[in-house]
């Protein structure tokens, strides 16, 4: 079905909508507070029941909708590579994320857990984190982006193993109507959405929304193909882009109704097998989509019940010509992987007790559809040989946790979650974290978990990942935070954290075999200052440094020791205006032939108004400001026949983004 179709559907439903009477938007815009006061509003991502952020065993960071707005976000990775100790890496068909010691060539998936409103949202294929256009969510919808480091397993269970992020949508009364916007950017890029959010007078609040984004993208050269037999080097066309989304959220009387789709076709400018042709056509598509109901519910004034049922699809489709097919007259690969999954959770939360809050839970998850299949054709299309691979799971989760008051100052933090499922061996997930509190100003936070992730479906394909070898990792992480309020416009937070991962796979040669035998340690610090005063200044800087070792002792891969960045936001022209500035650094990394990378520094300037001026609001974006041309560590550990490599792949130079609103 054409996106025309799915917009004319969305602006049919708003002509419905609009005709029924509506409530005002309520005060307290989310958007408009700063950290001081955000840090009084409750949070669902940090122990999956409702309490303060500032009571988090974790550091937490947050990115609020003001936040996005001042500094041009457009995508998930351009809000993590503003978070301290995080960046992203670029290989040209994902953004990846990296930090904390993962982020190597080979952490790509399943690690890192991405919470959409509480729901947990990687595809049961990879358990991939979409940050790029292929994400489920514009930018606009959202209220805030939680990051909650180290382990989360204790609550979420596998692959919340270094960490989560979460992101919480917007309310229909963030709208208060209909907005359509246009956007504008380097490269043939060009983007169209449509809104509608209300708040109505019988407490019913629904958000709809819709968008289409297309991209010519660039003529890419890479060195390693710098011969005559290749374009001499030069990728044509084939950095192409297209997205659609949509999203939808109803809810009254306690109950919760969302969807989001997402469909996502990228040209890769690559050549990521040693078998396929450079320059020609390699096209991915990832569709992802999920429905959820949630019911909350008191039960009695010292026990709330929350239940929620989530059912998710993907599908991943990609062609790829061969570089030489004479032998076999195989020319073509394609490949078709679909997954289909549901999950129930059922939450209490009871303060039957003085100075405790108990949080219980089961979750149900049955993976009933992890699909692959290859075909390889001739150059007329005739299907030469084919393998398929089919799996499912089921896993049963009980989960407890207990924050326990001691005193005025001290609180005990105590959980625990038991995973079972159908093809593994049960999982215990414990967490302690202790959390005193001196004085109204400080807070100290230090905490001990372990985690664990299942193998994915793609770690257990025979063909492509480590078939009957596969095996659970597992991390033991401890953490120590500091929070200090030096006054009611300037915060600091300081964490020192250490991870010991073990059972990793790695190659025997002696068994020409993987193992669940390998074991990596990474330690840090991280360090942050952010302000914000009443004249409408605002202010953000980190710094973190880390040691990452992998599995063989040495230093890992694509992992970064320094990490910088600063953040500054100022209204302008009587607050009608507002420019933020972003500067980051990211120090030498590894590549996956042992090469040193330089440093890199880049900034970002933004302007966006401030004010409405007859529906009407802008903002302006340019990217790597100064043009810096610098390098991402590649995942492609092969040479091509030229003999050059290619472990590194030059990143965007100078980009220019501009989006206009206009609300009805």
Same mark, same amino acid.
């Given at each position: 079905?054409?996106?025309?179709?799915?917009?004319?559907?969305?602006?049919?439903?708003?002509?419905?909508?609009?005709?029924?009477?509506?409530?005002?938007?309520?005060?307290?815009?989310?958007?408009?507070?700063?950290?001081?006061?955000?840090?009084?509003?409750?949070?669902?991502s940090a122990s999956k029941m409702a309490r303060?952020?500032?009571?988090?065993?974790?550091?937490?960071?947050?990115?609020?909708?003001?936040?996005?707005?001042?500094?041009?976000?457009?995508?998930?990775?351009?809000?993590?590579?503003?978070?301290?100790?995080?960046?992203?890496?670029?290989?040209?068909?994902?953004?990846?994320?990296?930090?904390?010691?993962?982020?190597?060539?080979?952490?790509?998936?399943?690690?890192?857990?991405?919470?959409?409103?509480?729901?947990?949202?990687?595809?049961?294929?990879?358990?991939?984190?979409?940050?790029?256009?292929?994400?489920?969510?514009?930018?606009?919808?959202?209220?805030?982006?939680?990051?909650?480091?180290?382990?989360?397993?204790? &609550?979420?269970?596998? *692959?919340?193993? /270094?960490?989560?992020?979460?992101?919480?949508? #917007?309310?229909? @009364?963030? !709208?208060?109507? +209909?907005?359509?916007?246009?956007?504008?950017?380097?490269?043939?890029?060009?983007?169209?959405?449509?809104?509608?959010?209300?708040?109505?007078?019988?407490?019913?609040?629904?958000?709809?929304?819709?968008?289409?984004?297309?991209?010519?993208?660039?003529?890419?050269?890479?060195?390693?193909?710098? &011969?005559?037999?290749? *374009?001499?080097? /030069?990728?044509?066309?084939?950095?192409?882009? #297209?997205?659609? @989304?949509? !999203?939808?959220? +109803?809810?009254?009387?306690?109950?919760?109704?969302?969807?989001?789709?997402?469909?996502?076709?990228?040209?890769?400018?690559?050549?990521?097998?040693?078998?396929?042709?450079?320059?020609?056509?390699?096209?991915?598509?990832?569709?992802?989509?999920?429905?959820?109901?949630?019911?909350?519910?008191?039960?009695?004034?010292?026990?709330?019940?929350?239940?929620?049922?989530?059912?998710?699809?993907?599908?991943? @489709?990609?062609?790829?010509?061969?570089?030489?097919?004479?032998?076999?007259?195989?020319?073509?690969?394609?490949?078709?992987?679909?997954?289909?999954?549901?999950?129930?959770?059922?939450?209490f939360v009871g303060t039957w007790f003085a100075?405790?809050?108990?949080?219980?839970?089961?979750?149900?998850?049955?993976?009933?559809?992890?699909?692959?299949?290859?075909?390889?054709?001739?150059?007329?299309?005739?299907?030469?040989?084919?393998?398929?691979?089919?799996?499912?799971?089921?896993?049963?989760?009980?989960?407890?946790?207990?924050?326990?008051?001691?005193?005025?100052?001290?609180?005990?933090?105590?959980?625990?979650?038991?995973?079972?499922?159908?093809?593994?061996?049960?999982?215990?997930?414990?967490?302690?974290?202790?959390?005193?509190?001196?004085?109204?100003?400080?807070?100290?936070?230090?905490?001990?978990?372990?985690?664990?992730?299942?193998?994915?479906?793609?770690?257990?394909?025979?063909?492509?990942?480590?078939?009957?070898?596969?095996?659970?990792?597992?991390?033991?992480?401890?953490?120590?935070?500091?929070?200090?309020?030096?006054?009611?416009?300037?915060?600091?937070?300081?964490?020192?954290?250490?991870?010991?991962?073990?059972?990793?796979?790695?190659?025997?040669?002696?068994?020409?075999?993987?193992?669940?035998?390998?074991?990596?340690?990474?330690?840090?610090?991280?360090?942050?200052?952010?302000?914000?005063?009443?004249?409408?200044?605002?202010?953000?800087?980190?710094?973190?440094?880390?040691?990452?070792?992998?599995?063989?002792?040495?230093?890992?891969?694509?992992?970064?020791?320094?990490?910088?960045?600063?953040?500054?936001?100022?209204?302008?022209?009587?607050?009608?205006?507002?420019?933020?500035?972003?500067?980051?650094?990211?120090?030498?990394?590894?590549?996956?032939?042992?090469?040193?990378?330089?440093?890199?520094?880049?900034?970002?300037?933004?302007?966006?108004?401030?004010?409405?001026?007859?529906?009407?609001?802008?903002?302006?974006?340019?990217?790597?400001?100064?043009?810096?041309?610098?390098?991402?560590?590649?995942?492609f550990d092969w040479r091509p026949d030229s003999?050059?490599?290619?472990?590194?792949?030059?990143?965007?130079?100078?980009?220019?983004?501009?989006?206009?609103?206009?609300?009805?």
């Open positions: 079905m054409g996106f025309s179709r799915y917009l004319l559907g969305v602006l049919a439903l708003v002509s419905l909508l609009r005709g029924i009477p509506a409530q005002g938007a309520e005060p307290g815009d989310l958007t408009e507070e700063p950290f001081s006061q955000l840090l009084q509003r409750e949070v669902l303060q952020i500032s009571d988090s065993p974790s550091a937490v960071a947050i990115v609020t909708a003001e936040d996005i707005r001042a500094y041009g976000y457009r995508t998930l990775a351009d809000v993590i590579n503003g978070i301290r100790g995080l960046y992203t890496t670029f290989d040209r068909r994902y953004q990846y994320m990296g930090g904390r010691g993962f982020g190597g060539t080979d952490d790509y998936a399943g690690r890192i857990m991405l919470l959409i409103d509480g729901y947990a949202t990687q595809d049961n294929l990879f358990n991939q984190v979409y940050l790029d256009e292929s994400g489920l969510l514009d930018l606009e919808l959202v209220e805030r982006v939680e990051y909650v480091p180290g382990t989360g397993s204790a &609550t979420y269970g596998s *692959n919340a193993l /270094l960490g989560i992020i979460n992101v919480v949508t #917007r309310q229909g @009364r963030d !709208f208060n109507g +209909l907005q359509l916007s246009g956007e504008a950017a380097s490269h043939g890029g060009w983007k169209r959405r449509v809104t509608y959010g209300k708040h109505f007078d019988n407490g019913a609040e629904v958000l709809l929304s819709a968008s289409a984004l297309d991209s010519d993208g660039q003529d890419l050269h890479f060195p390693a193909y710098d &011969t005559p037999a290749t *374009n001499h080097g /030069l990728a044509e066309g084939m950095d192409r882009e #297209r997205s659609r @989304r949509l !999203f939808g959220k +109803l809810s009254q009387d306690g109950w919760t109704i969302e969807g989001a789709y997402a469909d996502r076709r990228k040209g890769v400018p690559t050549n990521p097998s040693p078998l396929t042709a450079f320059n020609t056509p390699f096209k991915i598509q990832d569709e992802n989509a999920f429905v959820s109901v949630r019911h909350e519910a008191d039960l009695s004034l010292q026990l709330q019940s929350a239940s929620s049922l989530f059912v998710g699809y993907y599908a991943y @489709r990609n062609l790829r010509q061969y570089a030489d097919y004479s032998e076999d007259n195989e020319k073509y690969g394609q490949r078709d992987f679909d997954g289909r999954w549901w999950s129930f959770d059922q939450k100075g405790h809050t108990l949080v219980s839970g089961l979750e149900l998850r049955r993976d009933f559809l992890q699909k692959f299949r290859w075909r390889y054709l001739s150059p007329t299309g005739e299907v030469l040989w084919r393998h398929d691979e089919s799996f499912d799971r089921s896993t049963t989760s009980l989960y407890l946790t207990d924050e326990l008051r001691l005193n005025d100052r001290w609180t005990l933090n105590l959980g625990a979650r038991w995973d079972a499922a159908d093809d593994l061996d049960a999982n215990w997930s414990p967490r302690l974290a202790l959390i005193y509190q001196p004085d109204a100003q400080t807070t100290w936070k230090a905490s001990y978990s372990e985690a664990f992730k299942m193998p994915n479906a793609y770690d257990r394909s025979s063909y492509i990942g480590y078939g009957a070898s596969a095996a659970p990792e597992y991390v033991a992480a401890s953490e120590l935070t500091m929070q200090h309020q030096f006054s009611a416009q300037l915060r600091f937070t300081g964490s020192v954290y250490n991870y010991r991962r073990s059972d990793q796979m790695v190659f025997r040669e002696a068994l020409d075999d993987y193992l669940a035998a390998g074991s990596s340690r990474t330690s840090g610090i991280e360090l942050e200052l952010e302000g914000a005063w009443n004249n409408g200044l605002r202010t953000r800087g980190s710094l973190a440094w880390q040691q990452a070792r992998a599995v063989d002792g040495g230093q890992l891969a694509n992992s970064p020791k320094v990490l910088g960045k600063l953040n500054l936001s100022v209204p302008l022209l009587a607050h009608g205006l507002r420019g933020g500035l972003e500067a980051q650094y990211v120090g030498p990394r590894q590549t996956l032939e042992n090469r040193r990378l330089g440093a890199y520094a880049l900034a970002n300037l933004t302007l966006s108004s401030e004010r409405k001026w007859y529906g009407l609001s802008a903002s302006f974006s340019v990217r790597n400001l100064f043009d810096r041309d610098y390098e991402a560590v590649s995942p003999g050059i490599r290619q472990d590194s792949l030059r990143m965007d130079g100078r980009t220019y983004w501009f989006q206009l609103n206009y609300d009805l």
